[in-house]
């Protein structure tokens, strides 16, 4: 049986941590667990994270109080994921992410009826103004605020929902308007896009990756 790879932290002495060492399996995956306080961020976060990132992509980030770390030789990166937005924008989504929604636009751009109309790319976008519902700002939905409760979110009585106005929805590929595009999953948009030149590689990217059920918009 072939002997398990760990990372060990060695001596860890941030904050509420007093000289703990650790032994994290690799390729399993690993929770950290304890109480409110225990020092599960400052081990992770600030002591392990920053250490790693400091040595594989020479970020400056200083590392908490410890004695070392063992078995860096058996990984060769490591990457964060958090709640942080996709993009520059909380609005990003994983068509924007992944650039696909820019060939989607040039697309809908192209059409016989949006040449006609003198629509170009920026008239799909539900980031500026043109093509989007303006009542919502492109989002779908409208927030209320609830003054002491968490902020709610109901459809958008102008778009319901779609993001754009009616003009916009009018112009429609093979009989999908820009909204219904967006709302399809990467299984749907691979088979309605086929062979469209760019579109493809991304779609069929997600898809290869596990992702086919996520909905572009």
Do not use: W
């Amino acid at each position: 049986m072939a002997m398990l790879k760990n990372i060990e932290v060695r001596g860890a002495r941030e904050h509420n941590l007093k000289n703990v060492s650790v032994d994290i399996p690799l390729n399993q995956l690993v929770c950290v667990t304890g109480s409110s306080g225990s020092g599960k961020s400052t081990l992770i976060h600030n002591i392990l994270h920053r250490a790693l990132a400091r040595k594989f992509h020479r970020t400056k980030a200083v590392p908490g109080k410890h004695k070392s770390i063992e078995g860096m030789e058996h990984i060769d990166r490591v990457i964060v994921v958090d709640q942080s937005a996709l993009g520059k924008s909380p609005r990003s989504n994983p068509a924007t992410y992944t650039g696909a929604l820019d060939h989607v636009r040039q697309l809908f751009a192209k059409l016989p009826m949006s040449r006609q109309r003198g629509y170009k790319a920026g008239r799909f976008s539900f980031n500026v103004k043109g093509g989007r519902c303006e009542k919502c700002s492109g989002d779908g939905a409208l927030k209320i605020d609830m003054h002491f409760l968490a902020d709610a979110y109901v459809p958008c009585d102008a778009c319901h929902g779609k993001r754009y106005n009616r003009e916009t929805l009018e112009i429609t590929f093979k009989g999908k308007n820009i909204s219904e595009v967006l709302e399809m999953t990467a299984l749907e948009a691979n088979e309605f896009f086929g062979k469209v030149p760019k579109l493809d590689a991304i779609i069929t990217a997600l898809c290869n990756v596990g992702l086919g059920y996520i909905r572009l918009g």
